[in-house]
């Protein structure tokens, strides 16, 4: 049981962690393209915590008010926001343009933060029914100064004036320049484009999560999900 708890509470951790580095982006793009992984740690929390609750539940501990709120969250995660994690967090996958934005706009810091506060809710319960579930607390990290001047040095200031963009999101940026595609050639460029930016754009801040969460790494394959 301690090691299948750990992993859930790994999963709310790099939640809260994502948390914080959102909140210390300059604009909403930014914003919204550091709190994507919140989607993907969300999605492998709702995948081991039920596991975890079903441990519990085996022992005799009661876990009706775990069920209840694990029911509302796989409800509340389920259709738009499980479409971002498989089409715009675990892979980047086309859209038609208008489902891209609506998607797009449904990653915020109210949506992730409520998310985030549920399933860190969720964790506690559990830990409070069994000592071999370790009680919550957030990778030391969180709320370093020194990692947060990394990344706010790495994002700077929001951009000003006039951008030009060619990648499939930048129609959702402020002041930005962009054109609609017309055929999938043009499609498949600009998301060739979105990925290459977003994968190269801010370096700083893989490097600022490598550090938060260095004292609670755990091999990959230990937080692997069953077939």
């Known amino acids: 049981m301690k090691e299948l708890a ?9 939640m809260c962690g994502v948390r914080w580095l959102t909140s210390l982006m ?11 992984p919140t989607f993907l740690y969300l999605d492998a929390f ?11 539940k085996g022992i005799k501990k009661d876990v009706l008010d775990v069920h209840e709120c694990l029911r509302k969250l796989e409800s509340d ?9 498989d089409k715009l967090t ?12 609506e998607a797009w706009n449904e990653v915020d810091l109210v949506s992730t933060t409520i998310f985030t ?10 830990a409070d029914l069994h000592p071999d579930v370790p009680a919550y607390t957030e990778f030391k990290g969180v709320n370093d100064p020194a990692i947060a001047r990394i990344v706010r040095t790495e994002f700077g200031d929001a951009p000003q004036g006039l951008q030009v ?15 609609i595609p017309t055929c999938d050639f043009q499609r498949q460029v600009m998301q060739v484009v979105a990925a290459h930016r977003e994968g190269t754009a801010h370096p700083g801040c893989s490097e600022s999560y490598r550090q938060l969460t260095a004292s609670k790494r755990q091999p990959i394959q230990q937080l692997a999900l069953p077939p």
């Open 77 to 85: 995660y389920e259709g738009n926001y499980s479409r971002i994690r």
């Open 6 to 14: 750990e992993k859930v509470r790994f999963c709310v951790q790099s």
């Open 90 to 101: 675990a892979h980047r996958q086309e859209l038609p343009l208008a489902d891209l934005i």
């Open 117 to 126: 506060e549920d399933a860190e809710t969720i964790y506690r319960l559990m």
């Open 26 to 36: 300059p604009d909403d793009y930014s914003k919204r393209l550091v709190a994507r």
């Open 46 to 56: 709702l995948q081991l915590a039920p596991r975890l609750k079903n441990e519990l």
């Open 165 to 179: 963009g060619t990648d499939n999101l930048a129609i959702t940026r402020p002041q930005t320049v962009t054109f």
